[in-house]
């Protein structure tokens, strides 16, 4: 790792992505932070437009700085989506600078935001972990959560009330076969006035039996009343011939 001048108002420390560099002291809007350099490539000759690293700083169509040597310290200043610091770019000169765009805490690390292209080739397809980006995710992560739980608790409701409803159905049906329907006996009285409750087959014959049996006594009544007024009758004259 480089060593750094004890007057230099940063440091090379561990970051979420790696190696980052952070302030040492505060630092104020608008101060130069440390300038970004290292050979100059020219895309004209073929031999520099062959170089292809992650640390290439495109200044113009022409010139780029290859920034890849250990001694170019801004290197480790990652990328943000919400950056506390920028890129100065001074294209006559060839030469690009790191500048604070916000008030920076000591401890706090130093970032910028690399630009659209590199963020689409090297950042995007592995996830942006800056603070930002990690914030969104979390937030989304949360509400993820969030909804699984609540559809959850849908689902209960749902299962409880699909529940309730049964138990209600089935407490209604088993009424229902409770209940006696219309015209049936209950506790020995008629619903209508006529019984239908079940006899038995002798039951059944003893009521027979039972119902003709005025009738036999009747006629053997009438009977007797017939054979006495003969008798009656016959009398006279049985006296008369004796």
């Known amino acids: ?3 750094l001048s004890p007057s230099k108002p940063y440091r090379i420390g561990r970051s979420r992505t790696g190696l980052g560099l952070f302030a040492t002291r505060p630092i104020k809007k608008g101060t130069k932070i440390i300038r970004y350099f290292g050979p100059l490539l020219d895309s004209k000759k073929k031999k520099d437009d062959a170089v292809d690293n992650k640390y290439l700083f495109e200044i ?3 010139w780029t700085i290859d920034g890849s040597p250990r001694n170019n310290v801004a290197r480790y200043i990652n990328h943000a989506c919400k950056p506390n610091a920028e890129s100065d770019v001074k294209v006559r000169k060839r030469k690009v600078f790191i500048r604070a765009i916000k008030s920076i805490k000591a401890g706090e690390e130093i970032n910028y935001d690399y630009g659209t292209d590199y963020f689409k080739i090297f950042l995007k397809p592995i996830g942006c972990k800056c603070d930002a980006c990690e914030k969104k995710r979390k937030k989304k992560r949360a509400e993820a959560r969030a909804e699984r739980q609540r559809l959850k608790l849908k689902a209960e409701r749902k299962a409880a009330k699909a529940a309730e409803k049964a138990k209600r159905d089935a407490a209604a049906l088993l ?5 006696p329907a219309k015209g049936t006996a209950q506790n020995g009285a008629m619903l209508n006035g006529k019984s239908k409750a079940p006899r038995s087959k002798s039951a059944r014959s003893l009521v027979k039996t039972t119902r003709h049996r005025p009738v036999l006594m009747e006629t053997a009544d ?3 009343s017939r054979a006495e007024r003969i008798i009656r009758a016959e009398m ?5 011939r004796a």
């Not at 009424?175 to 209940?179: D, F, S, V």
């Not at 006279?236 to 008369?240: C, E, I, R």
């Open 236 to 240: 006279p004259a049985v006296a008369a």
């Open 222 to 224: 009438r009977r007797g």
């Open 1 to 3: 790792m480089v060593a």
């Open 175 to 179: 009424t229902r076969r409770k209940k």
């Open 60 to 62: 113009s169509n022409r």
